[in-house]
């Protein structure tokens, strides 16, 4: 089984693909850049790195993988796992792993996990159809260096203008001007002392009216009144210990429809809960919960034959 291929897939709508007991692989989004080496645009992109202590099960890569083939989730949980301890044995001896589409895995001298992406695939959606692109600069200093010999090559000639205008003219001109401006000066000092005169007409005005309202208005009886007594009902809730294992119904990104999904499966006759949000922020609804892993995967087995092919398990120490 090429698990490589169904890792691939994930990448383009999740940011975070666990391999039980291996490690996980992660994708942050990278604005555009330009490379000015190569004198190269860029588009945005998802850059995949990889983290060998995120290696807990969270149920993606295998639902994807068992939706996929339409085979069991337990059967395909055992061979991603073989899958893995395989994939460590090959590094342990020193071998690097080409992971088709995403990069190469190799071990260094400390015994860790090394991560070499692949840069040709850009697995941001958004991003689909963009290439790389590449100009030539444009060179400005010689085509500054172009206009300054044309310029020195052209010759100008200035000649002087000739007055044929009294010299009084240049005066009356200043004259107009200035008296423009008193006249809009003495026409905005008056339209402003009138806007004043408006404002404290309409503040006195105001202030009589609610002196009006003030002396009119009825004030009731300040006695404090006394509440019948009231019993409430506390129920308590039994305290689980030991491992949990949800058979999750659903994730949603929205809490108010995780509420709904809880409330549909309580009128089905389902034990279902809110078991809260995931490192991812999806907020988890299960079918119901059980400290026994056999009588959680019978459930789950049910559930998946008649009900629904997406449900999965997700087991908490």
Same mark, same amino acid.
């Given at each position: 089984?090429?698990?490589?291929?169904?890792?691939?897939?994930?990448?383009?709508?999740?940011?975070?693909?666990?391999?039980?007991?291996?490690?996980?692989?992660?994708?942050?989004?990278?604005?555009?850049?330009?490379?000015?080496?190569?004198?190269?645009?860029?588009?945005?992109?998802?850059?995949?790195?990889?983290?060998?202590?995120?290696?807990?099960?969270?149920?993606?890569?295998?639902?994807?993988?068992?939706?996929?083939?339409?085979?069991?989730?337990?059967?395909?949980?055992?061979?991603?796992?073989?899958?893995?301890?395989?994939?460590?044995?090959?590094?342990?001896?020193?071998?690097?792993?080409?992971?088709?589409?995403?990069?190469?895995?190799?071990?260094?001298?400390?015994?860790?996990?090394?991560? =070499?992406?692949? %840069?040709?695939?850009? #697995?941001? @959606?958004?991003?689909? *159809?963009?290439?790389? &692109?590449?100009?030539?600069? /444009?060179?400005?200093?010689?085509?500054?260096?172009?206009?300054?010999?044309?310029?020195?090559?052209?010759?100008?000639?200035?000649?002087?203008?000739?007055?044929?205008?009294?010299?009084?003219?240049?005066?009356?001109?200043?004259?107009?001007?200035?008296?423009?401006?008193?006249?809009?000066?003495?026409?905005?000092?008056?339209?402003?002392?009138?806007?004043?005169?408006?404002?404290?007409?309409?503040?006195?005005?105001?202030?009589?009216?609610?002196?009006?309202?003030?002396?009119?208005?009825?004030?009731?009886?300040?006695?404090?009144?006394?509440?019948?007594?009231?019993?409430?009902?506390?129920?308590?809730?039994?305290?689980?210990?030991?491992?949990?294992?949800?058979?999750?119904?659903?994730?949603?990104?929205?809490?108010?429809?995780?509420?709904?999904?809880? =409330?549909?499966? %309580?009128?089905?006759? #389902?034990? @279902?809960?809110?078991? *809260?949000?995931?490192? &991812?922020?999806?907020?988890? /609804?299960?079918?119901?919960?059980?400290?026994?892993?056999?009588?959680?995967?019978?459930?789950?087995?049910?559930?998946?034959?008649?009900?629904?092919?997406?449900?999965?398990?997700?087991?908490?120490?």
């Amino acid at each position: 089984m090429r698990t490589e291929h169904y890792i691939e897939e994930l990448l383009y709508r999740y940011n975070c693909v666990v391999v039980p007991e291996f490690g996980a692989f992660l994708a942050h989004t990278a604005s555009a850049r330009i490379d000015s080496a190569s004198n190269t645009l860029h588009p945005p992109t998802k850059v995949i790195s990889f983290n060998q202590q995120l290696s807990k099960n969270d149920g993606l890569l295998v639902s994807h993988i068992s939706k996929a083939k339409k085979l069991s989730y337990e059967d395909l949980l055992e061979e991603v796992i073989t899958t893995s301890k395989s994939w460590k044995e090959r590094l342990q001896n020193g071998e690097t792993i080409d992971l088709h589409g995403i990069g190469e895995l190799s071990m260094n001298t400390e015994q860790k996990i090394q991560f =070499k992406p692949e %840069e040709k695939i850009n #697995y941001l @959606a958004s991003s689909f *159809g963009l290439a790389a &692109f590449s100009a030539s600069p /444009v060179l400005r200093e010689e085509l500054k260096e172009e206009v300054e010999a044309l310029e020195e090559s052209v010759p100008f000639i200035i000649t002087p203008e000739k007055r044929s205008q009294s010299a009084f003219r240049p005066l009356l001109k200043y004259a107009a001007v200035f008296l423009l401006l008193c006249a809009t000066g003495v026409s905005g000092y008056q339209f402003y002392n009138q806007n004043i005169e408006r404002q404290s007409l309409v503040q006195q005005d105001a202030q009589e009216q609610v002196s009006k309202y003030i002396q009119e208005a009825t004030f009731f009886d300040t006695t404090p009144l006394e509440l019948p007594a009231l019993s409430l009902k506390v129920d308590k809730k039994e305290v689980v210990t030991g491992p949990q294992h949800h058979i999750i119904a659903g994730a949603f990104r929205v809490k108010q429809n995780a509420t709904k999904k809880v =409330k549909q499966l %309580e009128q089905l006759g #389902y034990q @279902a809960k809110y078991i *809260g949000a995931n490192k &991812f922020g999806l907020h988890q /609804v299960a079918y119901s919960s059980f400290t026994n892993s056999r009588e959680a995967l019978r459930f789950l087995r049910k559930i998946k034959n008649t009900v629904s092919q997406d449900a999965w398990m997700l087991s908490e120490k």
